[in-house]
């Protein structure tokens, strides 16, 4: 039932933003990146078919914000098939329940994210004492209880296909979160990243609100496997991906991305690795 779903008791609305908040930009004809404050939301479909999947559903309370963007591109009263989700951290799940009741459509995640999402666990703490900024800094503040989605939300499937997104795969990219996934398109190296890489360095207030490109790994102060982050990390380079929408951060293509991207894998211990912090061995 839908009066069943919650979310932790510490959801709220985060006062951070950044000058790409509000804005959106088409990484291909049918995927779309909008910013919602400091994260990325995807919609995949072509806007002329009025058929889309959205990825990720945004920060607390900006419900009201994806629906109309979702309507501005594929028409009034349209609604997504359905939504997919890289992981449960709140600004990636921060809108999800309204966007439930208001659209009635199925989540999908992977089996080992179901216990965040379903109130049985929850992350981690945020580490603060990692080095890179003020949003470290922050991290204690933000929601970290599991919300609850009941039977609203429902696994992957197993032959590694993504519901209503032909030609993509799932992939699994543990390490930031136990089931967090990246979604991939063969024919021609699309890939939906979540926060398995992202493009600012996500720990620095300054970066965050100015969107400075720079690769990166995961956000430091939520990130709880560093080794297991890196091997994502060398699984999404060996793809060979020709254009990337990441959890936070612009979109980077072509030689700029492999470049990017080899040289994160190759020295993913200097440049995402924490030299200290609660989860750095």
Sequence with gaps: MQRDMNYGSDY???????????????????????????????????????????????????ADEIITVAEERFGANSRPKAIILTHGHFDHVGAIIELIKHWEVPVFAHPLEMPFLTGQQSYPEPDPTVEGGMVAKMSPMFPNEPINLGNHVQALPADGSVPHMAGFRWIHTPGHTPGHVSLFRDTDGALIVGDAFVTVKQETLYKVLTQEKEISGPPRYLTPDWQASWNSVKTLEKLNPTVAVTGHGLPMVGEELTENLQKLAREFDRIAIPDHGRYVE
């Excluded at 930009?25 to 009025?50: C, R, S, W």
């Design 12 to 62: 709220k609305y985060i006062p951070a933003t950044s000058i790409g908040s509000g804005m959106g930009i088409e990484v291909l004809p049918d995927l779309y990146q909008h910013t919602i404050q400091i994260v990325n939301i995807a919609l995949f479909g072509d806007p002329a078919k009025n058929e889309f999947v959205l990825v990720d559903a945004g920060m607390p309370g900006s």
